[in-house]
């Protein structure tokens, strides 16, 4: 028998998108993005922006049998891409969101 979970969205965890501040030159991901709930799209233009969406689950590492940890990938991926470097370009805009 097929068990289906309902997925429940959660808006952007803001302190995974957190580290050090460093020159505008070299900046961070998380001093570049722009943190976009769902629930309350914003009103100004997001054309060219970039979306992550993730999906945590460890449902398929259940049903094959193996070790379960794939629902911390998506978070985990967000917080390593928080603290690497950007270059930002003048005209584009990160825009990202969590679906648990």
Not at 25 to 47: F, G, K, S
């Amino acid at each position: 028998m097929n068990s289906l979970r309902t997925i429940e969205y959660l808006p952007p965890n803001r302190s995974l998108w957190q580290g050090r501040k460093d020159s505008l030159e070299a900046q961070r991901i998380h001093d570049a993005i722009e943190l976009v709930d769902l629930t309350h799209w914003p009103t100004h233009d997001l054309d060219g922006a970039i979306g992550l969406i993730g999906f945590a689950s460890d449902d398929g590492v259940r049903r094959n049998q193996g070790r379960p940890g794939a629902a911390q990938g998506p978070d985990a991926m967000r917080h390593a891409l928080a603290i690497s470097h950007f270059l930002k370009p003048e005209s584009s805009t990160l825009a990202l969101s969590p679906v648990p």
